[in-house]
């Protein structure tokens, strides 16, 4: 595991759901980065555990590895937008079909970094598995800073989309010289002794 020191994942925020249906199939598929053999999907009453499995023999097995943490939601799924069909005005119309819906489990991978990619073995491979899950969502974004072999990595995948993202170094609250942004409670004049 020589290169788990030189990849590293910063921050980290998910806003990305896909039907479980949609994950499961993926996970089949897909193809995993070096140093990961498989990932085992795990659930438990409404929170989906996805696990790095190592391939490394060395790495014990109560070493424990990276995996990505989902929640399990029920949502209605309509076949036709319920707007769009009130919207429309009908004329022959005089009661309203019902519209044909299903509940569908979503996985929904939202939050930062410690409450969607947990553990150190394997963080930077199970980032990875993460943005290859994320281009297959059509809603939501994951944002991402990571670094490797020494360079900082920015990542935004927004609806299944890569999209171009920068890292911005900017000026620190505590790096400020010069002019306090604080209150001086001790030359307050509003304050009597």
């Known amino acids: 595991m020589s290169t788990e020191d030189s990849r590293h994942v910063y921050r980290l925020h998910s806003t990305l ?13 897909a193809t995993y980065p070096e140093g990961v ?25 109560y070493t424990p590895t990276a995996q990505l943490k989902a929640s399990v939601t029920e949502n209605r799924v309509y076949e036709e937008d319920p707007d769009e069909r009130r919207n429309s005005f009908r004329w022959d119309e005089e009661d309203e079909e019902e519209i044909e819906s299903e ?6 991978f939202k939050g930062d970094r410690e409450t969607v990619l947990q553990n150190s073995l394997l963080q930077y491979e199970m980032f990875q598995v993460l943005c290859d899950i994320a281009l297959q969502t059509e809603k939501g974004t994951l944002t991402a800073i990571s670094e490797q072999d020494g360079d900082l990595e920015a990542t935004r995948i927004v609806d299944g989309e890569a999209r171009p993202a920068d890292v911005e170094v900017v000026e620190g609250p505590r ?8 209150v001086n409670w001790r030359d307050n004049k509003f304050i009597s002794d």
Not at 41 to 51: A, D, E
Request: glycine share 4%; charged share 35%; net charge negative.
């Open 17 to 29: 759901e896909l039907p479980l249906e949609d994950l499961e199939e993926h996970l089949e598929t």
């Open 37 to 61: 053999t498989d990932v085992e999907l795990t659930r438990r009453n409404n929170t989906l555990i996805l696990k790095a499995v190592s391939n490394d023999d060395t790495v014990s097995k």
């Open 103 to 108: 509940l569908v489990e979503f996985a929904a």
């Open 175 to 182: 790096e400020r010289k010069g002019k306090s942004s604080g």
